[in-house]
Nanobody, 115 residues
Framework: QVQLVESGGGLVQAGGSLRLSCAAS????????MGWYRQAPGKQRELVAT???????NYGDDVKGRFTISRDNGKKMVYLQMNSLEPEDTAVYYC?????????WGQGTQVTVSS
């Protein structure tokens, strides 16, 4: 069983930065691919970034060059550094852990970017 708890969301002006954190519990974290996804009102949930157990990263096209995903296996934490935020980045951001064919989701944290 894996539990994920996101934090760090909030309201920020366009051009600003936020850092999201995801705290994980459970023994699979070290071997899991971790990811951040987001869902804006009226839209489907979409990929923001993923990071494998060995640190290989992948980003959605909309955030490349602005967002950075990282992980600390010792602390069972995943981070999303978001820079140059745009109003279009407004969404609920979810942390996800994938191990084998099992996906685990956090409850989400709201990010609102004002213009």
């Amino acid at each position: 069983q894996v539990q994920l708890v996101e934090s760090g969301g909030g309201l920020v002006q366009a051009g600003g930065s936020l850092r999201l954190s995801c705290a994980a519990s459970g023994s699979i974290f070290r071997f899991a691919t971790m990811g951040w996804y987001r869902q804006a009102p009226g839209k489907q949930r979409e990929l923001v970034a993923t990071i494998t157990s060995v640190g290989t990263t992948n980003y959605g096209d909309d955030v490349k060059g602005r967002f950075t995903i990282s992980r600390d296996n010792g602390k069972k934490m995943v981070y999303l550094q978001m820079n140059s935020l745009e109003p279009e980045d407004t969404a609920v951001y979810y942390c996800k852990a994938r191990r084998s064919t099992n996906d685990y989701w956090g409850q989400g944290t709201q990010v609102t970017v004002s213009s």
